[in-house]
């Protein structure tokens, strides 16, 4: 018979140690892979909608063209709202959006629909 203690007992004990390691290296390789392709999903955007960054730009060349059409600056516009003029620049860029409440009266300033700033 053999004891716990045993040549034979410490083999079977350092393959089950292995094997455990084995498992997990296993597991987190697959984590990994599954996290990296989430993320590359995440930021190539594959879900059709459109991206932040293209929409900041429509709205921003609107806002521009909008402002342009009406004949105000870039201060005008910044004085009537209570913003800074690099805001309004922001915002035309596509750097940054307008708040909500800018969103509105930005609308209200170009005598349009919140809708129309936003559909371009």
């Excluded at 040549?7 to 094997?19: S, Y």
């Excluded at 293209?54 to 609107?62: A, I």
């Amino acid at each position: 018979m053999m004891s716990g203690s045993g040549p034979g007992a410490r083999a079977v004990t350092m393959f089950g140690i292995a094997l455990v390691i084995g498992i997990i290296g296993a597991a987190l390789s697959v984590t990994l892979i599954v996290l990296l392709i989430r993320a590359l999903l995440k930021y190539l955007r594959f879900d059709g909608r459109r991206s932040p960054p293209e929409q900041s730009r429509n709205l921003g060349e609107t806002i521009k063209n909008r402002r342009a059409a009406a004949g105000y600056t870039q201060e005008y516009v910044a004085e009537t709202l209570g913003v800074s003029r690099q805001a309004v620049s922001k915002w035309e860029n596509g750097t940054s959006e307008p708040s909500t409440a800018n969103l509105m009266a930005l609308a209200k300033l170009y005598q349009v629909t919140v809708d129309e700033l936003l559909g371009g």
